[in-house]
């Protein structure tokens, strides 16, 4: 049968879907249900830093647009993180909740995939300000309370935190030696992706002893409502996550694992669906980050990406994940040598249409600006070989797939 488990600093994971923190994973509940779904690891995000340790709770706020209903399937463009919030004298805030919640998840999902422990909002050894922990100490704690793993949390303000690691980058490195020294279990570097090079910190994070490192698409935007004329509901700029920035996710992890072979790397952004995980492992991910996904779905949906995951691997003669990572590396180009191989190329041969798919809908003939396509009646689209310059568009937009050009 197909082995779909994961290999990671010496832990064994049943698969490789890693839930990312979110409001999904704020309960032990949600945490056991992901775990018991298929889930790999769990990335648990209870109260963390300063505020826990003065009893309040940060409640991070999400807001789905460009309206409520783009929620909705079909109509789905993003997620957006509207900051967060402090709720004071709330006794759950404390950090030994935390710990306690941690051994809680432990012990009732006992025998599956890792907890991870999410710590952040912290400072590092030597500049602890106030009653904040150290990164080191939340590191010790997380281990001792029976986390599998400690992801630090520095990707907070994404264009912040990735111009911080660029200007300051002994903070990085500093958070990272100081959480490995403090404990022994797998450290993950969750990284930013706006604001810096996200291959050079991935680069630094590793050469600083992080076991992993989890690159998140996340970025600035800004969503304006032209009824009211402002941003509606919550303020202005924040950070912008959905399934469009799977492409993204999916360019900096193949150049990451190019620049690094070994690190193991869990991207997150975008993930809406099985074949997405596929596509993250093609390019050499060890695990793909998911979020949105749950949140919007469910995770009633990680059992059946695993079965549907497992089914194509077998199609395609797959034994073990090893034998999907980093598959279609080698097969990509970056744009120079794009450019480079369309030059090479001789003229475009242009578009032919096959008549029995063709239904004369004129769709092709409606987006053809160089008057290539013409439908006359009734009768099926012809094309004007002389006028047709092999742009494309017609091709992605028929109905029908009445439309064929030459494989490149």
């Not at 994404?158 to 980058?169: D, F, I, K, T």
């Not at 590396?329 to 096959?354: D, M």
Request: charged residues 25%; aromatic residues 8%.
């Amino acid at each position: 049968m197909t082995d779909l488990t994961v290999q990671f600093a010496g832990l064994e994971l049943p698969s490789p879907i890693f839930v990312g923190a979110g409001p999904n994973t704020r309960t032990v509940e949600t945490c056991v249900e992901a775990l018991r779904a298929g889930a790999g690891a769990v990335e648990f995000s209870g109260p963390c830093g300063a505020g826990s340790a003065r009893g309040e709770v940060r409640v991070d706020q999400f807001q789905f647009l460009p309206s409520k209903k783009d929620a909705r399937p079909g109509r789905y463009f993003g997620l957006a993180s509207t900051g967060g919030r402090h709720k004071a004298d709330i006794p759950e805030g404390r950090i030994e909740v935390k710990m306690e919640r941690i051994a809680e998840i432990k012990r009732r999902s006992r025998g599956l995939g890792a907890l991870v422990a999410n710590i952040g909002y912290v400072g590092y050894r030597g500049g602890r300000v106030g009653e904040e922990f150290s990164w080191g100490e939340m590191a010790r704690l997380s281990q001792e309370a029976g986390a599998d793993a400690v992801s630090l949390h520095l990707n907070t303000g994404q264009s912040l935190a990735g111009r911080l690691m660029v200007e300051e980058p002994d903070y990085l490195r500093n958070v990272v030696r100081e959480a490995k020294a403090a404990c022994s279990i797998p450290i993950i570097a969750k990284l930013p992706m706006e604001g810096c090079d996200p291959v050079a910190v991935c680069r630094l994070a590793a050469e600083a002893g992080a076991d992993a490192v989890a690159p998140v698409a996340r970025y600035v935007g800004l969503h304006i409502d032209i009824e009211s004329e402002t941003v509606p509901d919550w303020g202005g700029y924040h950070g912008f996550g959905g399934p469009w920035s799977l492409p993204i996710t999916t360019a900096w992890t193949g150049r990451i694992r190019r620049d690094d072979p070994r690190t193991a790397i869990i991207p997150g952004g975008g993930v809406m669906s099985w074949e997405d995980v596929a596509r993250l492992l093609l390019v050499g991910a060890t695990m793909a980050q998911v979020c949105t996904w749950p949140i919007l779905k469910g995770y009633g949906v990680l059992p059946q990406a695993l079965r549907r995951l497992r089914k194509w691997m077998e199609k395609k003669g797959y034994q073990s994940l090893d034998d999907v990572r980093g598959k279609s590396l080698p097969r990509l180009k970056e744009s120079g040598e794009l450019w480079a191989r369309y030059w090479e190329r001789g003229p475009y041969e242009g578009i032919w249409i096959e008549g029995e798919r063709c239904n004369g809908c004129g769709a092709c003939a409606h987006v053809c600006f160089f008057d290539a396509i013409h439908v006359e009646g009734e009768s099926k689209a012809r094309v004007n070989a002389a006028k047709c310059v092999g742009c494309g568009c017609c091709f992605y937009l028929c109905p029908t797939d009445a439309i064929q050009r030459p494989e490149d």
